[in-house]
T-cell receptor, first 111, second 110 residues
Framework: GQNIDQPTEMTATEGAIVQINCTYQTSGFNGLFWYQQHAGEAPTFLSYNVLDGLEEKGRFSSFLSRSKGYSYLLLKELQMKDSASYLCAVRDGSNTGKLIFGQGTTLQVKP | DAEITQSPRHKITETGRQVTLACHQTWNHNNMFWYRQDLGHGLRLIHYSYGVQDTNKGEVSDGYSVSRSNTEDLPLTLESAASSQTSVYFC?????????FGPGTRLLVL
């Protein structure tokens, strides 16, 4: 079966660092995506990992371990505008390119 | 600037009516997708297309249909709207791996 797990909610303090974890069990693997979604808005692309290791993009980094079926999104120097849902999605192993989404993690940044 | 748009942004309809949601992209992407987003379920794939005249069923396709007559548009039709189809609908497009989402349509079926 296909399963992607992420925590439902997290809270962090402005200026701090937060790590959002994602574990997956899918039939095949062709990459893992992180999207940010503010309330009432569309998901926007943050990062894409297909090989093991850390990808850094400014304040945001994403890590992947394919052998463990595990990824995390690291947000540094948190800002109030980072309050949003963060969606983990896996591109399955078929040649269709379909994404399977987790339910998302709602992050609240407090002053 | 190239973009992806959806219309209408909000729609209220009655049970049993046929409803069509529009999705239009100007990136010239071959791949287009329709998702619904509900509390507790995340984004679920309804239908997708890899090019003109190509359509495929996703995870939750019952009660929905799509057609792809050109590259830019993938309209989603609810054949006979049901209250269970009350949801937020997102269209997305991609050329390679990354999908880019439209602003969404909030549909209420009474």
């Amino acid at each position: 079966g296909q399963n992607i797990d992420q925590p439902t909610e997290m809270t962090a303090t402005e200026g701090a660092i937060v790590q959002i974890n994602c574990t997956y069990q899918t039939s095949g693997f062709n990459g893992l995506f992180w999207y940010q979604q503010h309330a009432g808005e569309a998901p926007t692309f943050l990062s894409y990992n297909v090989l093991d290791g850390l990808e850094e993009k400014g304040r945001f980094s994403s890590f992947l371990s394919r052998s463990k079926g595990y990824s995390y999104l690291l947000l540094k120097e948190l800002q109030m505008k980072d309050s949003a849902s963060y969606l983990c999605a896996v591109r399955d192993g078929s040649n269709t390119g379909k994404l399977i989404f987790g339910q998302g993690t709602t992050l609240q940044v407090k002053p | 600037d190239a973009e992806i748009t959806q219309s209408p942004r909000h729609k209220i309809t009655e049970t049993g009516r046929q409803v069509t949601l529009a999705c239009h992209q100007t990136w010239n992407h071959n791949n287009m997708f329709w998702y619904r987003q509900d509390l507790g379920h995340g984004l679920r794939l309804i239908h997708y297309s890899y090019g003109v005249q190509d359509t495929n069923k996703g995870e939750v396709s019952d009660g929905y249909s799509v057609s792809r007559s050109n590259t830019e548009d993938l309209p989603l039709t609810l054949e006979s709207a049901a209250s269970s189809q009350t949801s937020v609908y997102f269209c997305a497009s991609s050329e390679r791996e990354t999908q880019y989402f439209g602003p969404g349509t909030r549909l209420l079926v009474l």
